[in-house]
């Protein structure tokens, strides 16, 4: 709200939705797996996706909420309380509350709590610094590789999220990339492939990819599911172009949603839903055969 001249944000320290995850859920698959994420997100968001799941509190107003107040030092005290070693900044868009994130990452770091962002990527560089020197990990959706796609279906445009992506990985910070994949939307060999080959030329082939499943919600009611067959095509299509980390998402049991080392091929992380079955990670490395996997495991 403009107050006499003054930017006064309505949604700090106001979290409308608040639970505690696993951080797989996120979707973190090389940042500490099998710890839970302390998880809170506001209302708000700059992007209107057709597609968005979270749409109740994303395209809401803060008015539409009753909630109680939780200063940053309460939201650290609560993660500390479900022993969760992370926040997590996410369901709604958390650009929206930038400075409530900051304080919370910045009270959370004292206590050896990490702070991790999802977020959609649709910001500008100077916030975006800011946020990279409190966060530890940063899933970004990036929702096609279409500037039609995104002007179309979320009301945004794709090159600030490029933009994005390439700063974060810059600044050294864990970095996951999610692409929810869109029958008939965004979902074209030459959209997947596209994709696939500016991530390897810009993040290189150690950036993990998701490719989650479509659900129909909000207002894409009238397109079905996606089907496996073509996440499993978009992964194919990224491993082919040199990417060692790219999974199925959203299709619980799927071969897709384990890591693989990258030299023996041996699974290393085994998952079921959104918990980890097996770890054979040791100090980073493949225990099978050495191979540094690429990621944070402490």
Not at 70 to 89: E, G, H, K, T
Not at 229 to 257: C, F, S, W
Not at 271 to 290: L, P, S, T, Y
């Amino acid at each position: 709200m403009n107050v006499a001249g003054e930017l006064k944000s309505l949604v700090y320290g106001r979290p409308v939705s608040v639970h505690v995850d696993p951080i797989e859920k996120k979707p973190f698959y090389h940042f500490l797996p099998g710890v839970t994420a302390f998880s809170f997100g506001t209302a708000g968001c700059p992007l209107s996706c057709q597609f968005c799941q979270n749409w109740e509190l994303s395209q809401s107003a803060p008015e539409d909420h009753d909630v109680e107040s939780m200063a940053p030092a309460r939201i650290v005290d609560s993660a500390a309380a479900q022993s969760a070693p992370v926040i997590a900044f996410t369901y709604n868009e958390a650009t929206v509350f930038a400075e409530y994130l900051l304080d919370v990452a910045r009270a959370a770091r004292p206590r050896g709590v990490r702070s991790v962002l999802v977020s959609c990527g649709f910001m500008s560089e100077a916030p975006l610094a800011e946020m990279c020197d409190v966060l530890a990990a940063i899933k970004i959706d990036l929702k096609g590789f279409s500037d039609d796609f995104y002007h179309r279906v979320s009301g945004a445009a794709l090159a600030p999220v490029l933009r994005s992506i390439k700063q974060i990985h810059k600044r050294g910070v864990h970095l996951e990339i999610v692409n929810l994949v869109v029958p008939t939307l965004n979902d074209s060999e030459p959209l997947l492939s596209g994709l696939a080959d500016w991530l390897m030329s810009e993040l290189g082939p150690e950036v993990p990819i998701h490719f989650t499943r479509f659900h129909p919600d909000y207002k894409l009611l009238n397109l079905p599911p996606t089907p496996v067959a073509t996440l499993e095509r978009a992964r194919d299509i990224a491993m082919g172009k040199g990417i060692q980390y790219a999974y199925v998402g959203n299709v619980p049991g799927h071969p897709g949603n384990d890591t693989y080392c990258p030299q023996c091929r041996q699974v290393v992380i085994r998952r079921a839903g959104f918990f980890v079955a097996e770890n054979k990670i040791a100090n980073g490395r493949c225990r099978n055969c050495q191979h540094k996997i690429a990621g944070v495991w402490s």
